[in-house]
């Protein structure tokens, strides 16, 4: 599997914004579908967004019209921008890649997962 590598995490109060990066070891045109996840304390792991081979798009309901996920294939670099932050937000983030198709914010469609960077949004 490839390494996946998280950055940008940080703390931010309500209202503010993040951006997180995913860096691949490798030529990120191999997967099909990647996708941020989180998982909050005592909660399971909830697909957050995620975008596919030709840049279809989804996202969860809590966080429509908030995040954007994007790529750049030529840095091999998966991108969340997250604006108008809660304290619900507040979790663990993990970026993910799959060879294979599947539910694009389901967890077991996923191979390749990164370490995890903190997101912490304090009111």
């Known amino acids: 599997q490839v390494p996946l590598v998280e950055s940008g995490g940080g703390s931010v109060q309500a209202g503010g914004s993040l951006a997180l990066s995913c860096r691949f070891s490798?030529?990120?045109?191999?997967?099909?579908?990647m996708a941020w996840f989180r998982q909050g304390l005592g909660k399971e792991r909830e697909g957050v967004a995620g975008i596919t081979l030709n840049n279809y798009t989804a996202y969860a309901d809590s966080v429509k019209g908030r995040f954007t996920v994007s790529r750049d294939n030529a840095k091999n670099t998966l991108y969340l921008q997250m604006s108008s932050l809660k304290p619900e937000d507040t979790a663990m983030y993990y970026c993910?890649?799959?060879?294979?198709?599947?539910?694009?914010?389901?967890?077991?469609?996923?191979?390749?997962w990164g370490q995890g960077t903190q997101v912490t949004v304090s009111s």
């Open positions: 490798g030529d990120m045109r191999n997967y099909v579908r």
């Open positions: 993910a890649a799959s060879l294979s198709w599947g539910a694009l914010l389901a967890p077991i469609t996923y191979k390749s």
